[in-house]
C-alpha cells in the first residue's frame, strides 16, 4: 500500500468516526441528542468538520439533508445545554449559542425550499417544530440560573 493509500484510509476513518460521534440517545425529557464534545474543548473543530463532511460530502438527497441538519442542530443544542450547565465563561456559550442558531437557521431554510418545491416533509417539519420548543426549554432554564442583573441582558 502506498502512502498516500494509508493516509487516505486514515483521513475517512476519522472522518466516519467523527461523524458517528453524534449517536442519540435519551438524556432528558428535553434534550434528547448527546452534547458529545462541547465548543469549550479544542476538538470540537472535529467534530464539526465531521458533522460538515457527512453533510456535504456524503449526503446527495436534499431531504436526507435537511434530516442530517436537523440532527446537527439537535446536537449543538445538546452542547449548549451541557456548557450552560457545566458552568462555562459566556464566551464559549455564546459560540454555542451561535453554532446553535447557524444550524437551526440552515434546517428551517432547507425546510422551506423543500416546501416550496412541493416536497411531503411533515414529520421533517414536525421534527424541526419541537427541536425550537426543546431550545425555548434550554434558555428558559438558563434563565432560571442566571442572576437577577443579567436576566434583562
Aim: glycine letters at 6%; hydrophobic letters at 45%.
Amino acid at each position: 500500500m502506498t502512502r498516500f493509500n494509508v493516509c487516505a484510509a486514515l483521513f475517512l476513518a476519522l472522518v466516519i468516526a467523527a461523524s458517528g460521534c453524534g449517536v442519540a440517545f435519551a438524556q432528558d425529557a428535553e434534550v434528547t441528542a448527546a452534547s458529545g464534545i462541547t465548543p469549550a474543548s479544542p476538538f470540537h473543530i472535529f467534530e464539526r468538520f465531521g458533522d460538515w463532511t457527512r453533510l456535504n460530502l456524503l449526503t446527495f438527497n436534499a431531504i436526507r439533508k435537511a434530516e442530517i441538519q436537523s440532527q446537527i442542530a439537535e446536537k449543538r443544542l445538546a452542547e449548549l445545554k451541557a456548557v450552560t450547565e457545566g458552568g462555562a465563561d459566556a464566551e464559549v456559550a455564546n459560540r454555542a449559542e451561535g453554532l446553535y442558531r447557524a444550524h437551526a437557521e440552515a434546517t428551517e431554510a432547507r425546510l422551506k425550499k423543500l416546501d416550496a418545491e412541493g416536497r411531503n416533509i411533515a414529520d421533517l417539519t414536525e421534527r424541526f417544530n419541537e427541536l425550537s420548543l426543546r431550545h425555548q426549554a434550554v434558555l428558559s432554564r438558563v434563565l432560571e440560573k442566571a442572576p437577577e442583573q443579567a436576566k434583562d441582558a
